[in-house]
T-cell receptor, first 113, second 110 residues
Framework: AQSVTQLGSHVSVSEGALVLLRCNYSSSVPPYLFWYVQYPNQGLQLLLKYTSAATLVKGINGFEAEFKKSETSFHLTKPSAHMSDAAEYFCAVSDIRDDKIIFGKGTRLHILP | DVKVTQSSRYLVKRTGEKVFLECVQDMDHENMFWYRQDPGLGLRLIYFSYDVKMKEKGDIPEGYSVSREKKERFSLILESASTNQTSMYLC?????????FGSGTRLTVV
């Protein structure tokens, strides 16, 4: 069975600092991997996805993530945090055989002024 | 702009009521999904559907059923609402891993 573990339910960074949100996955087949963002009182929005092409994936709003098979990781980064990045972030995994996505428990990102 | 529309943003229902949560998409997607979202638990898959009149159980189907009579509409049904079903419910549709989510329905069962 596939699963996703997000390390840290809350992460705080200062405005302008590096954002690093950690995600490790478990999958018996080559995975598709995703990061979603949820702003307050809204649905989820896709930030980026990995579907077995380039291992470094660039997404919207300056975010990127790197697929590392040896570490079973797909960490999300952004070089410089902005106040508008404050939200909840979800890592998710799916396998190539179906369109069903399994989500992690989420990491709430707080930006300190 | 493509959309997934959930009919209600907030709902308050009484224990034992039959509750319908409606979801409509305008993207001609084959696949539709219902998740519930709870603090600290993330999103958990309740039911999904890959085609009209087709449904499959997700990870937490107990206490729920679904209906998909038309391609664009996927309904989640709580046959007899209970307080432990108080939650945020999110609908999504997808085509080739392009998931689009609705804004969610926050259901409170009292």
């Amino acid at each position: 069975a596939q699963s996703v573990t997000q390390l840290g339910s809350h992460v705080s960074v200062s405005e302008g600092a590096l954002v690093l949100l950690r995600c490790n996955y478990s999958s018996s087949v080559p995975p598709y991997l995703f990061w979603y963002v949820q702003y307050p009182n809204q649905g989820l929005q896709l930030l980026l996805k990995y579907t077995s092409a380039a291992t470094l994936v660039k997404g919207i709003n300056g975010f990127e993530a790197e697929f590392k098979k040896s570490e079973t990781s797909f960490h999300l980064t952004k070089p410089s945090a902005h106040m508008s990045d404050a939200a909840e972030y979800f890592c998710a995994v799916s396998d190539i055989r179906d369109d069903k996505i399994i989500f992690g428990k989420g990491t709430r990102l707080h930006i300190l002024p | 702009d493509v959309k997934v529309t959930q009919s209600s943003r907030y709902l308050v229902k009484r224990t034992g009521e039959k509750v319908f949560l409606e979801c409509v998409q305008d993207m001609d997607h084959e696949n539709m999904f219902w998740y519930r979202q709870d603090p600290g638990l993330g999103l958990r898959l309740i039911y999904f559907s890959y085609d009209v009149k087709m449904k499959e159980k997700g990870d937490i189907p107990e206490g729920y059923s679904v209906s998909r009579e038309k391609k664009e509409r996927f309904s989640l049904i709580l046959e007899s609402a209970s307080t432990n079903q108080t939650s945020m419910y999110l609908c999504a549709s997808s085509s080739n891993y392009g998931y689009t989510f609705g804004s969610g329905t926050r259901l409170t069962v009292v």
